[in-house]
């Protein structure tokens, strides 16, 4: 037996439009200020380590060892590596301070320059994550012991790469998907105009 056929009405259809066109507004926003948000996230993820030893010397153990904790699952957080503030340990070590605190501050730079900043090649990104690469190797099989100043240097050297790799990758991406995003609004709203046009005039 044949099920009939239930077109939709004009009315759903602006609906279902209009909750379309909310939708991509929403994701264009996120796509004109994915910078604004990843610098946010990266300049809180760099400074909470910074903020532990000050809330142990201010007798907050328990929000402190919270971040000590935390900071356990991406730094191996050794004494002999890593710098002191206030007579207390930061929650991560000196090449980590160096990295996260670079590609946040790169982050910054990248928001003023990134219109005429061209994409680091593949051969560019190795060149610079090779020296730190080289750096944690030769001290962790034991052949050497690296000092404070090369573990910040190559961790800075890293963060350059990093960013200057992946975010302009992220702003062509973005880019497209805010030119997508803008075309398929505009064909909504014209659509919607349309029936709405239709419907005023079959009154």
Known sequence: MDHPHFAPTPTAVVRADRVEAVVNRSVAFWARHWLAGLNLLAGVFAFLPLLAPWLLAQGHTT?????YFAYRFVCHQKPERSFFLFGHQMAYCQRD?????GVFALGM???VVRRWLRPLSWRGAFLLSMPMAI???T????????T???RVLTGVS????????????????????????AARTLQIERGAEGTSCGQGAGE
């Open 158 to 181: 890293f963060a350059l790469a990093t960013v200057w790799f992946v975010y302009p990758r992220l702003e062509s991406g973005f880019a497209e998907v805010r030119a997508v995003l």
């Open 139 to 146: 001290q962790l099989v034991g052949l050497r012991e690296s």
């Open 109 to 111: 730079v990248y928001a």
């Open 97 to 101: 301070l160096a990295i996260y605190l």
């Open 135 to 137: 750096d944690g190797l």
């Open 63 to 67: 929000l402190a060892n919270g971040i």
């Open 148 to 150: 404070w100043q090369l």
